[in-house]
């Protein structure tokens, strides 16, 4: 099991001068612990125009602060909007190409479309293409980054023959992710052979059924570049010794997360298509209370919050369904004072991740 | 967050009244819908919603028109304007302002659900290759729009939201959830246009249609069921949510 740490980089408002460097100080301080704690990955979202929810657009940067700043976690640039209008196919390949070699081949690559229609709008995208170009974007890139020259003539970008530079330090090149919000996304990657990056907090059920979708699938697929055939899930983390502290303190953070994210407006509510099958929505389901009446702290299922036991319990039910990896939104709306997320942080390191380490190595 | 800072007594002052939560479900047999949304600008977005609800960022005007020929209450058309919001995490549309023709069906819209509909000459009319709509009040128009090039769409393809109706209640002032239920049987995208959209006749005074979004063209059974849920509207809609029904 692995684990990582993702970013949307929420700023609460008011927005007052300095408090979007703080916060982009704070998740560099947490990427640096996490690093020497043994988390294996960072992800940093792309977003765009998302007031308060994620103020995390230029992510590269951020992830090559996060790189230059540790030495062993592998940066996850996660996910990377794969629409010309926003990235150039091009670009994505030179950035993330840079990008490993500055991390020294740490780099991992989701792949993504975007799904809210202030962000598609906001570059004036069509959002009947997207799933188009997100698919001619994929399969170009393995090939841009392998190819001593390259060229593409497709339906939403076209290249003469050009020298695609430089080239990643991953051979044949870096891991290849798509961020799975919506039912079938799943069959997507597993038909190309990507990695499956959950971003959408996902029921067990939901979770188990993508898993197993995905692993029957991906048996025959065929593949953009090298298979990666890792299923990451997403999950908030907040440990703490006391239960009823974790429980109220990592509500907290889960309500503030779900609030400006439902505030976002997804394509689906304000453009009829059959593109966008679902709005897409990231939070959490409602709250499932886990094994009523004896768990009465409200935390819903699966989620990371708690003493260490409880996430303990929740992590090896993730396991159990296959899931090879969870990323951990640390904070959200900085609710959580920076002292207690690293604190937190320490104490999942130390009580959490050896009873899967000790797994994985016995 | 953003949340709604609108004057609470402004709201009350365009309130229509609802007497009782127990009106029966109206039924509408085949209506034409004509839908145009565009952002709305030039208004900041917590200005547009009482505190009960949040702004969507941005918010959509939804202009939407019904044609309904088969009416128990009479033919008749009714034109509205919506705003997309949040009301808690749930995805909303406050109504900013109605217009409707035909005396019976003005008078059941207002009386049962709080449309708070003005009376006005609505048109809506179908060409081979666009839709028109026109909202007239007192002999000046209100409203002008078109939905250029209609394409077939799947008819799930659509989404329809709640609208929270201002009323003053037996509750007192409220906002009515009115839980449109749609059956759609004919779907059509088409390209957005207004040509004219006066903001103070429908309730949005110095907002103006900023970006077009979308529209479509529709058909089929629309049923106003009986009213569920209020929500008071000086309060975050998770503390003044009410089922009434």
Redesign the interface.
């Known amino acids: 099991m692995r684990f990582g740490i993702f970013y949307e980089l929420s700023v ?2 008011p927005f007052a001068p300095g408090v979007e460097r703080s916060v982009y100080e704070n998740a560099l301080e947490q990427v640096r612990l996490a690093d020497e704690l043994g988390f294996d990955s960072v992800w940093a979202v792309e977003h765009h ?4 929810y994620s103020h995390c657009s230029a992510p590269e940067l951020f992830l090559t602060a996060c790189a230059m700043q540790t030495k062993r976690i592998r940066v996850g640039h996660g996910a990377v909007v794969c629409v010309p209008a926003m990235n150039h196919p091009v670009r994505i390949a030179e950035r993330a190409a840079v990008l490993d070699i500055l991390s020294g081949g740490r780099l991992e690559l989701g792949t993504a479309r975007s799904s809210t ?2 962000e598609l ?1 906001g570059f004036e995208i069509d959002p009947d293409t997207t799933k188009q170009t997100w698919d001619e974007t994929i399969r170009a890139l393995p090939r841009m980054w392998t190819e001593e020259r390259f060229s593409w003539r497709g339906t939403s970008f076209s290249v003469p023959e050009r020298a695609i530079l430089p080239k990643p330090v991953q051979k044949p090149h870096p891991p290849l992710w798509v961020t799975v919000t919506s039912p079938g996304t799943e069959l997507d990657a597993a038909e190309r052979g990507i990695g499956c990056l959950g971003v959408a907090a996902a029921s067990f059920k939901e979770q188990e059924r993508r898993t197993g979708e995905y692993r029957r699938r991906i048996q025959s697929c065929t593949p953009i570049g090298a298979v990666n055939s890792q299923v990451a899930t997403l999950n908030f983390l907040y440990c703490s010794e006391d239960p009823a502290e974790a429980a109220r303190t990592g509500l907290g953070m889960l309500g ?1 997360f ?3 994210n ?4 997804f394509t ?7 593109a966008y099958g679902s ?1 897409a929505n990231l ?1 959490p389901a409602p709250a499932r209370r886990e094994g009523s009446p004896g768990d009465p702290s409200g935390i819903p299922e699966g989620m990371a919050i708690g003493d260490p036991d409880r996430i303990v319990r929740a992590i090896k039910e993730w396991e159990s369904i296959g899931v090879d990896g969870v990323n951990f939104l640390l904070n959200a709306m900085e609710a959580i004072p920076q002292e207690k997320v690293l604190a937190s942080l320490r104490l999942f390191a130390r009580e959490v991740m050896p009873k899967f380490r000790k797994r994985e190595n016995g | ?2 949340e709604g800072n609108a004057d609470v007594a402004a709201l009350a002052k365009r309130a229509p009244r609802l007497e009782s939560f127990e009106a029966e479900p109206l039924a509408l047999p085949s209506v034409e819908i004509l839908q145009v ?1 565009y ?1 709305l600008g030039g208004r900041p977005p917590e200005s547009l919603f009482p505190p009960a609800l ?5 918010v ?1 005007a939804v202009l939407s028109v019904w044609r309904s020929a088969d009416s128990p209450l009479g033919p008749f058309a009714l034109a509205q304007l919506r705003l ?1 919001c ?1 009301s808690g ?3 909303r549309q406050l109504l900013a302002a109605s217009f409707a023709d035909g005396d019976r069906a003005r008078a059941a819209l207002n009386e049962r659900f709080a449309f708070g509909a003005r009376p006005a000459a609505i048109r809506l009319e179908r060409f081979y290759d666009r839709v028109d709509a026109r909202v007239e009040a007192d002999g000046r128009p209100l409203l002008d729009v078109r939905a250029l090039g209609p394409l077939p ?2 008819t799930g ?3 329809f ?1 709640s609208s929270m109706h201002p009323a003053e209640t037996p509750k007192g002032l409220r906002l009515v959830q009115v839980d449109a239920d749609l059956a759609i049987t004919r ?1 059509e ?1 088409a390209s957005p246009h207004v040509s004219h959209f006066e903001p103070d006749a429908f309730g949005v005074p110095g907002a103006k249609l900023a ?1 077009p ?2 529209a ?1 063209v529709a058909l089929g059974d629309v049923t106003l069921p009986r009213v569920r849920f209020v929500c008071r509207p000086d309060v975050n809609a998770f503390a003044g949510t009410e089922r009434v029904g």
Not at chain 2, 54 to 58: K, Q, V
Request: hydrophobic share 45%; glycine share 0%.
């Open positions: 609460p408002r125009f998302l007031e308060e229609w202030t709008a503030l779900t609030q400006a439902t505030q976002l407006l689906r509510e304000a453009y009829p298509t059959r709005l939070a | 967050m953003l949304t952002e949040a702004p969507t960022l941005p959509l997309t949040r995490v749930r995805p769409l799947a393809d659509l989404q939201f779907a995208r970006y979004v979308a479509f």
